[in-house]
């Protein structure tokens, strides 16, 4: 199982708004509504950003939101703020019940 | 509160074995698939494995199938990982996390394992 395709890095500006992708074939995003974002900052463990392509866990800020068309989800980041800065990851389940996670994305907040 | 602990990480020779474990508190452990996940040092992170709440159902990673075996103790509220036949492409951090609707939705902070001569 190859790993998801994110673009290595995404920067922008405190106040805007950014999207990562992440590309998979039709056995894992395209097949399924079973995408996750994760988040992480340097030195720490991962903390779930979205489920199930589009849902947010309590406690995860509205600025986060998620989507997905045919084998590509997508990450978009509102109103880009300081703490925003931390790599991201995507994450589907997949025809081989098995989960495969994207490369991952640093965000840089400019 | 959920609290997710892994133990066991260390420096192990290449061939050798270990035994991770993931202490878990805060919420119904039985009622639960875990996983664990990997991130090897400066590198992305790569799911190794799952089981279901009642042991019924494990899953691997071609990249650890038969020389790792995932395993828990609902009694104990724990979840183990055994690791054999361990290569030098194995030293990651080690972390276990609770499985929410085909999500990892809760993660302990991890545990560092070291295959190296």
């Known amino acids: 199982q190859s790993a998801l395709t994110q673009p290595a890095s995404v920067s922008g500006s405190p106040g805007q708004s950014i999207t990562i992708s992440c590309t998979g074939t039709s056995s894992d995003v395209g097949g399924y509504n079973l995408v996750s974002w994760y988040q992480q900052h340097p030195g720490k463990a991962p903390k779930l950003m979205i489920n199930?392509?589009?849902k947010r866990p309590s406690g995860v800020s509205n600025r986060f939101s998620g989507s997905k068309s045919g084998n590509t989800a997508s990450l978009t980041i509102s109103g880009l703020q300081a703490e925003d800065e931390a790599d991201y990851y995507c994450?589907?389940?997949?025809?081989?019940?098995?989960?495969?996670f994207g490369t991952g994305t640093k965000v840089t907040v400019l | 509160q959920v609290q997710l602990v892994e133990s066991g990480g260390g420096l192990v020779k290449p061939g050798g074995s270990l035994r991770l474990s993931c202490a878990a508190s805060g919420f119904t452990f039985s009622d639960y698939y875990m996983s664990w996940i990997r991130q090897a040092p400066g590198k992305g992170l790569e799911w190794v494995s799952y089981?279901?709440?009642?042991?019924?159902?494990?899953h691997y990673a071609d990249s650890v199938k038969g020389r790792f075996t995932i395993s828990r103790d609902n009694a104990k509220n724990a979840l183990y990982l055994q690791m054999n036949s361990l290569r030098a492409e194995d030293t990651a951090i080690y972390y276990c996390?609770?499985?929410?609707?085909?999500?990892?939705?809760?993660w302990g902070q991890g545990t560092l394992v070291t295959v190296s001569s």
């Open positions: 089981i279901s709440s009642s042991s019924s159902y494990t």
């Open positions: 996390a609770r499985d929410t609707s085909n999500s990892l939705a809760r």
């Open positions: 199930e392509g589009s």
């Open positions: 994450c589907s389940y997949t025809s081989s019940s098995a989960y495969v």
